[in-house]
């Protein structure tokens, strides 16, 4: 996507295959910064510290983290430490192990000095497949899109919530890809932004992101969506995802599941973007089965912003001494999900249906 007119990702490998540039977004939407990465360390610390963050952004980001240790030390002894090591970063979205098991089964059989030049054409292909992807998923989103904006008149109102968009992925995006796809075609859409508390990637990345695109948008409370939708102000919610079970249960960003409950009690359509790297077959009850990371509780308690001077500074919202708690993400189940959007199509969340998906991989 582009960025003031400038093609723009959050992730990219330079030309002489030893480092990798990001945008670190704990800076946005106050200061656009690519930072340089050039060890398997400074990979982990901006994955874990959310310099790079949401699902597919961090699986291709682990995966040249181990590229780069492979450049240092190709033996077997460090290219399990240095997957166990990557793995450990985040625990909850799938695709930070689908990347790194990815990476293992085609580095393990090769000799250690074929391992650099292949970690590193291995790493570009997971970047690359994940472009591809949610361009595809973009495509089957729209048509749903089309199909409200036939039935109506004005623009079609999505609501989302978090950041899945192009700076949650290498591009487009899971679920603005079919925001981005319907503004080029000309189609007239409205999207409600969600905050999302405690870290704000609606407020801070999906607004920003959108603002670039030229696409019509407003932010809202995390709270303001259930009233939204008994309103009729809402066509559609459309969210990305972390983890997905092999029965359908969502994963995502903490409040995910309140709007999803919204949505059913309203009757508006509840779909999930999700490229297939996010779809963990080897669960099923996503409740109880899928890890929640515990973030920290400052991100409760504390609030950064910019001064009217142009400073960016943090602030505290609690008396002092307050306890807060953070889980970081939430679990729909499959049954408030109206479908899953795919880069191979649209499928009910079931697991018949999911693994009929996977059967027919190409
Ligand atoms: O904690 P984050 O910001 O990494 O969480 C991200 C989300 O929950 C996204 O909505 C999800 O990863 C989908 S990204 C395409």
Redesign the pocket.
């Known amino acids: 996507m582009k960025v003031a007119g400038k093609a723009m990702r959050p992730l990219r490998a330079n030309a002489q295959r030893d480092a990798v540039q990001i945008i670190d977004q704990r800076l946005l939407p106050h200061r656009l910064h690519l930072e340089t990465l050039y060890t398997q360390q400074q990979v982990l610390t901006a994955i874990r510290d959310?310099w790079v963050?949401?699902?597919?952004l961090?699986g291709a980001t682990a995966a040249y983290g181990l590229a780069l240790q492979m450049r240092q030390d190709a033996s077997d002894g460090s290219l399990q430490a240095s997957a166990d090591f990557l793995r450990s970063a985040r625990p909850t979205?799938v695709n930070l192990d689908w990347a790194i098991t990815r990476m293992l089964r085609v580095l393990r059989p090769l000799s250690v000095a074929k391992r650099a030049a292949a970690a590193w054409d291995a790493a570009d292909a997971i970047a690359e497949e994940d472009v591809a992807a949610n361009a595809a998923l973009g495509r089957h989103g729209l048509a749903l899109l089309q199909a409200i904006a036939a039935r109506k008149s004005g623009p079609v109102q999505v609501l989302t919530?978090?950041?899945?968009g192009w700076l949650?992925?290498v591009d487009w995006?899971?679920?603005t890809s079919p925001i981005y796809q319907a503004h080029a075609a000309g189609l007239a859409v409205h999207v409600w932004v969600d905050e999302t508390r405690p870290?704000n990637?609606g407020a801070s990345l999906t607004a920003w992101e959108l603002g670039q695109a030229g696409v019509p948008h407003t932010l809202i409370a995390d709270n303001a969506g259930g009233h939204l939708m008994q309103h009729g102000q809402v066509d559609i919610v459309i969210?990305?995802?972390?983890r997905v079970t092999a029965r359908g249960d969502v994963c995502?960003?903490i409040g995910t599941y309140l709007k999803a409950l919204a949505a059913h009690d309203n009757g508006v359509p509840f779909y999930v973007a999700m490229p297939t790297s996010t779809l963990d077959l080897r669960l099923m009850d996503g409740v109880v089965e899928i890890p929640i990371e515990d973030r920290s509780a400052r991100e409760v308690t504390h609030l950064s912003g910019r001064t009217a001077a142009g400073e960016v500074v943090e602030v505290c919202i609690t008396a002092e001494g307050t306890t807060a708690a953070n889980p970081?993400?939430d679990v729909t189940p499959a049954r408030l999900v109206s479908g899953l959007i795919t880069e191979r199509g649209i499928v009910p969340a079931d697991e018949a249906a999911l693994r009929r998906l996977m059967e027919t991989a190409p």
């Open positions: 959310m963050r949401g699902a597919p961090i979205a919530h978090c950041n899945a949650a992925t995006g899971t679920a870290r990637q969210v990305g995802c972390d995502n960003k970081a993400f």
